[in-house]
Antibody
Framework: QVQLQESGPGLVKPSQTLSLTCTVSGGSISSGSYYWSWIRQPAGKGLEWIGRIYTSGSTNYNPSLKSRVTISVDTSKNQFSLKLSSVTAADTAVYYC??????????????WGQGTLVTVSS | SSELTQDPAVSVALGQTVRITCQGDSLRSYYASWYQQKPGQAPVLVIYGKNNRPSGIPDRFSGSSSGNTASLTITGAQAEDEADYYCNSRDSSGNPHVVFGGGTKLTVL
């Protein structure tokens, strides 16, 4: 059973960089045809896809966040990470990491971390 | 990038059938996946592809698609089905992004 766990600071100051790590257990991050994503959810609002990385290192980012986002992977540690720069209060949200599956006609997120609340405040 | 539109709220009487819809241009090319989210919990995948249920998802959940609209149907809704439901799909053809709908709050009366 694959499990994902987010870790990182719960409080980040405005204009600084938010950094989170997702540790994958129960399977190798490199096995199978999957990608690894970050998704966030402000309180009381919907889900927003931030971006994804394949274990090849290839990335795709939400166009609305692309200028501030970097997602990286460390296969030796079975981890992938998120960096979001120049944060503001609008970036306050629960951040989820998730495993993405795909085929020619669909994409899905079949395993999710429990989520971690990141608050942007001075 | 494309958008996916969902009704903000839907209600259903206990034991009845309810359909939750998701509209968007990308759904003309790709299937939607559907997630159930209960308060304070991470989303759970309930339907993906043409009409596939992950292991452990009750068979009262089913999916369908027509034109630019995808639907999640719950046949015989139970009290425990009260939750927020989100759809997602690949973005428009040729665009390598992922999009989510705004979510539908399902109330079981």
């Amino acid at each position: 059973q694959v499990q994902l766990q987010e870790s990182g600071p719960g409080l980040v100051k405005p204009s600084q960089t938010l950094s989170l790590t997702c540790t994958v257990s129960g399977g190798s991050i490199s096995s199978g045809s999957y990608y690894w994503s970050w998704i966030r959810q402000p309180a009381g609002k919907g889900l927003e896809w931030i971006g994804r990385i394949y274990t090849s290192g290839s990335t795709n980012y939400n166009p609305s966040l692309k200028s501030r986002v970097t997602i990286s992977v460390d296969t030796s540690k079975n981890q992938f990470s998120l960096k979001l720069s120049s944060v503001t209060a609008a970036d306050t949200a629960v951040y989820y990491c998730a495993r993405g599956g795909y085929s020619s006609g669909w994409t899905n997120f079949d395993y999710w971390g429990q989520g971690t609340l990141v608050t942007v405040s001075s | 990038s494309s958008e996916l539109t969902q009704d903000p709220a839907v209600s259903v009487a206990l034991g009845q059938t309810v359909r939750i819809t998701c509209q968007g241009d990308s759904l003309r090319s790709y299937y939607a996946s559907w997630y159930q989210q209960k308060p304070g919990q991470a989303p759970v995948l309930v339907i993906y592809g043409k009409n596939n249920r992950p292991s452990g998802i009750p068979d009262r959940f089913s999916g369908s698609s027509s034109g630019n609209t995808a639907s999640l149907t719950i046949t015989g809704a139970q009290a425990e089905d009260e939750a927020d439901y989100y759809c997602n799909s690949r973005d428009s053809s040729g665009n390598p992004h992922v999009v989510f709908g705004g979510g539908t709050k399902l109330t079981v009366l």
